[in-house]
């Protein structure tokens, strides 16, 4: 899976899965570029700022990328956001950010990436799904909203630039050990008052792996999606969930 010279998009790749994707990538000798609104790394050449709810924001990064290179090889629109809560206890505000920040996001970027990848005939491109794709969960209506509907946007995206030897997958994880899940496991405290412990136990309790995930663990199957190891691999969606989803 040498991704040698080819030049790559990773939305939100300054922490989590995102970051665990740059690294593996760049290990295996691609220039990947990371689109994100805070830089994890001093000094990096590779780093654009960039408010990827804003589509503006997001067709200047991608243009920069491709004017300097010509091509663009490949994307992991992997950014996003978590929120606890049903329907009643969902802010107007809330609702709107983070349909913004997971959903229209990933549209913009399909929008600003598509027509290159489509000139030169070639592309592959990862969305970030979860299993939340696949089922509901409680306490998680906005959330898994937009999870469900990036499924749908895989596998329609997938049929419509099939012929432009264009592939586009979904990764769908579970558990996994990033802010994301610190971030939710706060807003169960919050909620709950049960002790930080116990809701990672039952977090872990959930998997028939029974243990949470690491980012790289995730990291290594959006590599294998976007490589032409996977070359006959579109529209699928790829749980990552440590059996969750098989219950």
């Known amino acids: 899976m040498q991704q040698e010279g080819k030049i790559v998009i990773v939305t939100g790749a300054s922490s989590g899965i995102g970051q665990a994707t740059k690294i593996k990538l760049r290990e295996k000798g691609a220039l990947v570029y990371n689109l ?10 590779f780093y654009i700022h960039c408010d990827v ?3 503006e924001s997001v067709k200047q990064s991608v243009d920069q990328i491709f004017n300097k290179h010509q091509k663009l090889d490949l994307l ?16 107007i505000e809330d609702f ?9 996001s990933v549209f913009y970027t399909l929008k600003a990436v598509l027509p290159y990848m489509r000139n030169q005939s070639k592309g592959s491109i990862v969305l970030m799904g979860s299993d939340q ?4 969960k409680g306490k998680s209506a906005v959330y898994g ?10 596998k329609s995206t997938a049929i419509d630039y099939a012929e432009h030897n264009i592939r586009v997958n979904c990764i769908c994880p579970g558990t996994i050990e990033t ?11 919050k909620r709950t008052n049960l002790e930080k412990d116990t809701i990672l136990d039952s977090l872990k309790k959930a998997q028939p792996i029974n243990r949470i995930a690491q980012p790289y663990e995730v990291a290594n199957v959006v590599c294998f999606l ?6 006959f691999v579109t529209g699928s969606l790829y749980s990552v969930d440590g059996g969750y989803t098989c219950q």
């Not at 709107?96 to 229209?104: I, M």
């Not at 976007?226 to 070359?231: E, P, Q, R, T, V």
């Open 179 to 189: 802010p994301l899940l610190y971030n939710a496991v706060e807003g169960f405290i």
């Open 226 to 231: 976007l490589s032409d190891d996977a070359s």
């Open 76 to 91: 992991f629109a992997n950014a996003g956001i978590h929120l606890v809560g049903n329907i009643e206890e969902t802010k």
């Open 145 to 154: 909203l937009t999870k469900g509907a990036i499924g749908q946007l895989t």
């Open 96 to 104: 709107e950010h983070v349909l913004s920040v997971n959903l229209k």
């Open 133 to 136: 794709s696949f089922v509901g």
């Open 53 to 55: 709810s804003d589509f």
């Open 36 to 45: 994100d609104l805070f830089n994890d790394e001093a000094n990096d050449e």
